[in-house]
């Protein structure tokens, strides 16, 4: 039954219908039991080692948000990530404050606990945000970058007077992307002198 609704994305409904056929008497409130709550704890244990591996698996984190509602409640859905993992929180606001605290929850069972009295925020966990512009992602960690259409996207505003400066604005967004491509196809063919190139250049 887990296996069907978590892996296969089977509906409850279609669940109870697939019980009923095979003569397994059990209502809709009892498989939706089983799902949710019997084996909450499990999960809540589960999603915590999978956020703490995470944070270690890199020295850098991508954040994100949007929009969602909950129970006909509008709320904000957190995402954060990197090629190893995601994680989603749901929060009533997505000010600075609730960004700081969202991996407060880790706390029982980070080492980063055993250090009393101080309140952890997004910085404890993660030393490099890879982020878009908003707000509440500024300051939040030692380190903030934007992704590449973002950083761009101070450039593409500018609107220099003089032609002559409005050429030195298009050149330097060319190469730009022209350095974000080679980092594609050193991602796609790592070599050390390679690397070294693109560091220095």
């Not at 960004?99 to 997004?122: F, M, N, R, Y």
Request: some cysteine; aromatic content about 10%.
């Amino acid at each position: 039954m887990l296996r069907q609704y978590f892996e296969l994305r089977t509906p409850q409904e279609k669940i109870l219908l697939m019980l009923a056929s095979e003569g397994i008497v059990i209502s809709a409130g009892e498989i939706s039991d089983i799902i949710i709550n019997k084996h909450l704890k499990l999960f809540e244990q589960e999603r915590k080692e999978v956020v703490k591996a995470g944070l270690a698996s890199s020295s850098y984190q991508n954040i994100d948000e949007t929009g969602g509602r909950e129970n006909g409640v509008n709320q904000y859905v957190t995402l954060i990530c990197n090629r190893h993992y995601s994680i989603f929180y749901t929060n009533r606001r997505k000010d600075a404050e609730t960004v700081a605290k969202l991996l407060a929850d880790l706390q029982a069972t980070s080492q980063i606990a055993a250090i009393p009295g101080e309140l952890k925020t997004l910085a404890h966990y993660i030393d490099i945000l890879l982020a878009d512009d908003a707000k509440q992602f500024h300051d939040q960690t030692r380190i903030r970058a934007l992704c590449w259409i973002h950083e761009d996207r101070h450039y593409k505003k500018l609107k220099p007077y003089f032609i002559k400066y409005q050429l030195l604005v298009a050149k330097f967004r060319e190469q730009l992307w022209d350095y974000y491509a080679q980092l594609k196809a050193y991602k796609l063919q790592p070599s050390e002198q390679e690397k070294v190139r693109l560091s220095e250049a």
